[in-house]
DNA sequence: CATGAATGAGTATTCATTCAT
DNA sequence: CATGAATGAATACTCATTCAT
């Protein structure tokens, strides 16, 4: 199994602050090589393609992820208190790793549709986590029953994206995980019952 | 004045058709130029470059989405239903056009930083008017005063587009305009004072 | 007869400028023709294309350094005077137009060997000239009669261009006039006779 | 080091030939790699980019040049001679070389002013040998002492350069080497004292 | 005579991938 | 396993010239 090679990685480690500090289209596999301290052919014995460097990267990251998720969400109870330290800890993720933030949230994206696709594959996973603590909250009678439970996904999911995107575009320039408690509310605010 | 030039407008449109079909790194100056119907150089007499082409054709769409959202929310006096019409016009507009839907939500957005520096600046000038109906709605009482209106902006606009982004991501395979109503439910008890 | 029209000398006038300012690649057809104040197609009533412009410049400024230079050896009666006479007019001619020279030493030379075939053809007469002026001095006793015309012809020429080219390369920063009389020097000790 | 590369070398003289036979603006790097037998990525291993090609071809032959130019003279006693054998072997190496003539004498020099300043740098090293022959022969008291050394230079480079690219113009039809001798008896008349 | 909008051919350079060593 | 030299396909933009008005 290559994944658990050293050089696999390396790779993928180099890749994130390659495309983090040349952008994208900047990326050149050449780069990526010369980064992580190996030959431009040896890239092609851990991956398929250039491609696969992206998917394979992505999916280690958000991996990570939905690990941490797991475990935070996992210590709490209320659902309302689970949508709360899922978004505290999609925040601090980013805060903690700048390189990391700017290529998912904008390098990435420049990708072609091909491999957006793949990658949607991937965060599929992290929206299912959104979709289980939003129906144990209907159960556990915290949100509206009448909630369409995809269409509020979206919401929380785009809501929690545009905030980090415009953050990355402003260059990181305020503190990320001070916004987690006030969009927190709002959120909640669109899932609870109206009187 | 060459915006008012119809081969302007040819070209931009030829631009929205090309790059849907094709996607944004298939679409070379010469198919925009076939498709508009005249010769390659003739594209360098209305624009300075094919980044221009772009950034002329965000400009003129986008104007077309303030233009109509204005128009709209001028018909309405609660602040909850120009917000509904608002997102009706959006998903209105590009549900009529399936080509620019898929260019700006997908295709765009593997345009390089600058472009895409220049878009958002485009972009601006609508978020404004998201913007100003919540500062209105404040006013006017009908959501809550001590709302974060740049948040609150963020998130109506994020759910949007994430809303809009997956129903081009499945083909346009199901009713986006149906959408609206739901959304707007959602959103709005986000706007609202809480109990 | 379009050469005793007025647009034809100003066309032609236009060029010299042009070219001079930014250089034999960056003078478009366009370009000469907005100097010259008329619109770009009026330039092809006038000539069959670009190179007959550049030709006919050259055809035209040439012919006023044949006639200038008729005149003044005219009024010399030894053939070592004539050369010096031939060569303070040339410098001068270039010294009271920097934009000439800088297009005959230096731009015109970037055009492709057809043109510069053209330009040389129009040179003949002016080297005839100086050919004149040998078979004179060799007539009168005042040059070596074993001297080899021809090549003593390209020793005047090369010699004379070169000290030009230099001068124009160096931006006219030194009074070319001022090299006449020195350069006029070292050429007759090669076509006077030896002890 | 690359210039020493047996494919520096190959697509050097793949240029040259490219570039006499079909002309400076004919020359495109593709035909240039077919000549030299590589790949056009090939070409971009080796050299910066086209302009490179070319300043390094003239920096390259140019060395020939002078490094046969010293030994040749460093054979000689008298200053005379030495004009005499740096003057057959400038002919010498032209005409063993007719691309190379072709090259020098005329393609080159249809090149932008960047380039030629480049190499107009390249060739100073060459006029400093005629300088050097030039000041040893005031000291022999072979010349004048009241030479003006630069312009006895620019007599002698423009006056063999003449003959060559007249040479090179008449499609190289008579032999340049017989009048190495004649030139050089020319040339020493206005290096000499005189009586 | 004069205009100027329209034409369309032509080319340097990059970079993901391969394969002989 | 690892290397890195070699490959070659692919594309935006310019500008001399024309011709309908």
Redesign the interface.
Known sequence: MKRNKPKYKQIIDAAVIVIAEN?Y?QAQVSKIAKQAGVADGTIYLYFKNKEDILISMFREKMGLFIEKTEEVIAGKSSSSEKLLVMIENHFSILCDDHHLATVTQ?EL?????EI??KI?DVLKKYLKLVDMILYEGIDRGEFDPSL?VR??R??I???????VT?WV?NDHKYELAA?AK??HQ??L????A??
Chains 1, 2, 3, 4 share one sequence.
Do not use: V, W, Y
């Not at 994206?109 to 549709?113: A, D, G, I, T, V």
């Not at 999911?157 to 905030?163: C, S």
């Open positions: 952008g289209h904008l994206r420049q990708s072609n549709k957006r696709l949607n369409d269409l509020t979206q919401m999911f785009g809501t929690i994206d545009e905030i415009t575009m916004l006030p969009i709002i959120i605010r669109g899932c609870q109206h009187q």
